[in-house]
């Protein structure tokens, strides 16, 4: 993968989207999008097929809800 490809799909991946411009090709975008799908699906279908899974994020996702709204009341 060139260098320009890769630094594409970590733009992409920390939510800096940025096609046609930083050097980053439009025309290579949907081959960039694709090869950053795949690589999400292979390295996180496992654990997020995890019997525990949905559980332990609808809690995490509780707990984060409940500590934000609780801070907001502290100021």
Same mark, same amino acid.
């Given at each position: 993968m060139r260098t320009t490809a890769l630094l594409a799909i970590i733009l #992409?991946? #920390?939510g #800096? $989207? $940025?096609f046609g411009y930083q050097g980053i090709d439009e025309r290579e975008k949907d081959d960039l999008l694709n090869d950053l799908m795949d690589s999400f699906i292979k390295r996180t279908?496992?654990?997020l097929s995890l019997p525990d899974f949905p559980g332990k994020y609808v809690l995490k996702?509780?707990?984060t809800y409940r +500590?934000? +709204?609780t801070s907001y009341q502290n100021v």
């Open positions: #992409i991946a #920390i #800096i $989207v $940025v279908l496992h654990y996702e509780f707990q +500590k934000r +709204k």
